[in-house]
């Protein structure tokens, strides 16, 4: 019986080597290559070990202070909309009296399936000063006079907000979709039997069950918004001034734009896993099972 | 209405969605290759931005070159500037040489970035060339140290293109173009305002073009040439804000967010005038109905000691690569076209409306003749004249960063806070990124 467990347990071991083998080569390995190079400075290939120099200059760098503020910013003003969004409309399409749900289903998940470039070219062609926004606003008389929505910092921040919960909504609903279809239809029944009502049903029985998928999406949304880059590269390119850039924008900065610094770039980069981490962390805490 | 606009908004979001993938794949396809060189032909590859001016002036270049060397073979690979850039970067920074072309096309404000960052990576040109026969500003950009690296292809010299046509209707003539001070242009840019409704020039608060075209009209820059921010008891920068915030605030401005909508406003004829390098000719000229409308004038002036009305935007030289197998040759081809002949220049000029900055070829045929596009002016004599009189500046190495520190601080100061203050914030946060 032991001897048996014992070559079963060597064939799974073989098949994990592999794998295994490949991530401690391809991520790990570099990983901690950065993380070297994070104590390191200079420009392009001419570094020298400057100790936490790094760090200490981060914490008083305005311009990364300025990028955390604005992804923190989305962070805090789009996730829980996107995600709230997302819950709704997948209630309103788990409706099983609901016709054509398959046409709102693929027009709600198909932004997803775009380049997030050509979105981004798309949104600032629509809130460009001459663009179709300000274009049909004018038309209708809401404005006298054109916005320049992406020379004004809060209207840039507004419109980049809206494309990523454009982008990402119907993501996040297809996952709760599918946990709602498998929440037992007799719980409802008894409920509604019981004499609550549809919103009651929602917030009491839908909501708590899919409490897991829930904590889900909003790590990896955490976790994309934190490393938000595409959108604001195309859309803003980080301005009006800097009021949009984010932080995997300034490591690019860092590393392609200015002269190349690319310890100090490996630096900016361990803030983003250091707050992956924290956040995560916390979101566990605050949604996972009390243990 | 409100179906006419849904189909409206259908259409143009689907026109834009198949324009940019189209955009895309053609970018693609030309990265893709990069890995075929090394044939048995003796076979330089280049890397460049536009297939239509800088590559295609490669193209010029190489046929020269083949009329005594028949074996030669040049291969251009077009992606975009920032694709480029990167590339070059992520090499360069790995330490992988294997992907790298042997001829690099690089962007006059990164000479001295990449030369410093990547020590012992770019030929040396100093006696391989006559650099007395170029444009001293150009050269000046190429030198650090005592040592000159790379071959000056083509400048920005800037000029003030305007419509002859509103500019009449609002009473002016050519003569009152000519030398004035930015603060006349302003007070010329609001009787055009109102006498026919269309805004003398465009702004973008997240573009630096016009910032610079200023500082470096009076010989500033961002930078000093020892690399330390130029914004504090500096009079050329102060002048220079002072006269960004009164065109921001003289409403003669039209806003404008992107590259295609400023080229979009001269285009479809909504702005008088267009300050820029002599590159925007084509762009330009891409609007047929408006032939003969347009004309060339200096740059207005800073009105301040050193001010001249002539400036530089942008520009560009070529690089060789030290760790290139066909070093020797690519510098020789170099030197005998892009680094030394007037026939390429000409060449150049009149197939795809390049200016260089190679003196010799200035006094020929094809610099002085006559654009029926700019009624008759001989366009390209005038910017190749104002060309030299171009204040000298060294570019440095923290431009980026400078101008990205400056537009932090951009709108507080179109919205009036204290200049001195404001530039002084500017100082601290440019020092704070450079260390």
Redesign the interface.
């Known amino acids: 019986m032991e001897r048996k467990w014992n070559k079963s347990s060597l064939m799974g071991w073989q098949f994990v080597a592999l794998p295994s083998a490949l991530i401690l080569l391809f991520s790990f390995y570099p990983m901690f290559q950065s993380l070297l190079l994070s104590f390191q400075s200079g420009k392009g290939t001419v570094y020298h070990y400057v100790g936490i120099d790094n760090y200490i200059r981060l914490f008083s760098d305005p311009m990364f202070k300025q990028a955390v503020f604005n992804t923190l910013l989305y962070l805090i003003v789009q996730v829980p909309i996107m995600l709230l969004l997302g819950l709704v409309i997948a209630h309103l399409l788990n409706n099983p009296k609901l016709r054509f749900k398959g046409f709102y289903r693929t027009a709600i998940f198909l932004p997803c399936v775009t380049s997030l470039v050509s979105y981004a070219v798309l949104f600032k062609s629509i809130f460009a000063v001459d663009g179709i926004l300000n274009k049909m606003l004018l038309s209708m008389h809401v404005i006298q006079e054109p916005i320049a929505w992406l020379m004004d910092p809060i209207w840039a921040r507004v419109v980049i907000i809206a494309a990523i919960t454009w982008r990402w909504t119907g993501y996040n609903m297809i996952f709760y979709l599918s946990a709602m279809q498998n929440i037992d239809p007799s719980i409802y029944e008894a409920a509604s039997i019981d004499g609550a009502s549809k919103t009651r049903q929602f917030f009491s029985i839908t909501v708590p069950m899919l409490k897991p998928i829930i904590l889900f999406t909003a790590i990896i949304s955490t976790n994309g918004t934190l490393q938000l880059f595409d959108e604001v590269v195309n859309i803003t390119k980080g301005g009006p001034g800097n009021a949009t850039m984010t932080i995997s924008q300034y490591i690019y900065n860092l590393s392609f734009v200015y002269t190349p610094n690319f310890g100090y770039a490996a630096t900016v980069s361990y803030a983003i896993v250091v707050m992956v981490a924290v956040l995560a962390l916390f979101q566990l805490k605050l949604g996972g099972e009390k243990r | 209405m409100k179906k006419f ?1 849904s189909v ?2 259908l259409v ?2 689907t026109a ?2 198949l324009a ?2 189209g955009s ?1 794949n053609s970018d693609s396809n030309t990265a893709g290759s990069t890995d075929q060189g090394g044939s048995s032909k003796k076979k330089v590859v280049a890397w460049a931005w536009d297939p239509s001016f800088n590559g295609a002036a490669l193209k010029i270049a190489e046929e020269l070159y083949q009329k005594e060397h028949p074996d030669f073979e040049l291969e251009v690979v077009d992606m975009a500037k920032a694709d480029l ?2 590339k070059l ?2 090499n ?2 790995a ?1 992988v040489k294997d992907g790298l072309p042997d001829i690099i096309l690089v962007n006059d404000p990164n000479i001295q ?2 030369v ?4 012992n990576t770019f030929a040396d040109f100093t006696d391989k060339i006559d650099f007395t026969q170029f444009s001293p500003y150009k050269v000046d950009a190429l030198r650090i140290g005592d040592k000159i690296y790379g071959v000056p292809f083509d400048i920005g010299v800037t000029g003030m293109f305007y419509r002859s046509d509103y500019l009449e209707q609002a009473g002016y003539t050519a003569k009152d173009l000519e030398n004035i001070t930015w603060d006349q242009y302003i007070e010329i840019g609001k009787v055009v305002k109102e006498k026919t409704g269309k805004y003398m020039t465009t702004i ?3 573009d630096e073009a016009l910032t610079s075209i200023l500082l470096q009209s009076a010989g500033s820059w961002y930078i000093t040439p020892e690399n330390k921010g130029n914004f504090v008891n500096n009079p050329v920068m102060a002048e220079t804000l002072r006269v960004y915030k009164a065109i921001s605030d003289s409403g003669i401005a ?5 590259w295609s ?1 400023f080229v979009g406003s001269f285009n479809a004829g909504d702005v008088a005038t267009v300050v820029s390098g002599v590159w925007q000719v084509p762009s330009i000229m891409d609007a047929k109905d408006q032939s003969g409308k347009w004309r060339v004038a200096p740059i207005p002036r800073l009105n301040i000691k050193g001010g001249v009305n002539a400036s530089n935007e942008g520009g560009s030289s070529w690089f060789v690569l030290n760790g290139s197998k066909n070093k020797d040759l690519a510098i020789d081809f170099l030197a005998k076209t892009i680094g030394g002949s007037s026939e390429f220049y000409e060449r150049f000029l009149k197939e795809k409306g390049g200016v260089g900055s190679y003196i010799p070829a200035f006094s020929s045929d094809a610099y002085g003749q006559q654009s029926e596009f700019f009624g008759g002016q001989a366009i390209y004599r005038d910017f190749t004249k104002w060309s030299t009189e171009v204040p000298g500046i060294s570019l440095g ?2 431009t ?2 400078a101008k ?1 520190a400056l ?5 507080n100061i179109l919205q009036g806070a204290d200049l001195t203050q404001s530039l002084a914030n500017i100082q601290k ?1 440019f020092e ?4």
């Open positions: 606009l409206l908004l143009t979001m834009s969605l940019a993938c895309s850039e990167q970067n992520a360069l920074a330490g970035k990449y410093t960052a990547y020590p973008n608060p997240n039209k806003p404008v967010t992107g909508e190495m923290y980026q960063e990205d537009k932090n601080e951009l709108p946060l704070q990124q450079v260390q």
